[in-house]
């Protein structure tokens, strides 16, 4: 069984559902849907799969709406610059290798405390950083 199959059966251990993971899943939603409904596949599985291995989606804890959305992002850009219509190792090797998948990345453009804000967790919010 593959990452896509154990995310959406939510069978995937909660170990394995690293910071990569996230990434990886997230660039195949939206290498094969159109990215709205990449981004509802993502979203909502996200919330499921947190629920599933004893997680809650609250306020302070859970699915964070800015940070997935913000990286949604990222994820649709690399796909749309690169013209990746494949799901190949070569391109997942590639794609991890990108600034944007490191932890920190998004500090450039939020400050952390507005970032980890219940308003930034429950709703989209745009940065509050002028990034250069």
Same mark, same amino acid.
């Given at each position: 069984m593959n990452l896509i199959e154990k995310f959406e059966t939510c069978t995937l251990p909660k170990a394995e559902w690293t910071h990569e993971k996230h990434f990886v899943m997230a660039l195949w939603y939206c290498i094969h849907y159109p990215l709205p409904e990449a =981004?509802?596949? *993502?979203c909502n599985g996200i919330k499921r799969y947190n629920e599933s291995v004893g997680g809650e989606?609250?306020? #302070? &804890?859970?699915?964070?709406?800015t940070i997935t959305l913000f990286y949604i992002g990222r994820v649709a850009d690399y =796909? *749309?610059?690169?013209? =990746?219509? %494949?799901?190949? #190792? #070569? %391109?997942?090797?590639?794609?991890? #290798?990108q600034d944007f998948v490191g932890k920190e990345y998004m500090l450039r453009?939020? &400050?952390r405390e507005y970032l980890m804000s219940k308003e930034a967790r429950l709703r989209w919010k745009a940065p509050d950083k002028t990034y250069m």
């Open positions: =981004v509802d596949k *993502i989606n609250t306020d #302070e &804890s859970g699915y964070h709406e =796909v *749309i610059t690169n013209r =990746v219509s %494949v799901f190949t #190792e #070569e %391109v997942v090797g590639d794609f991890l #290798e453009f939020y &400050s």
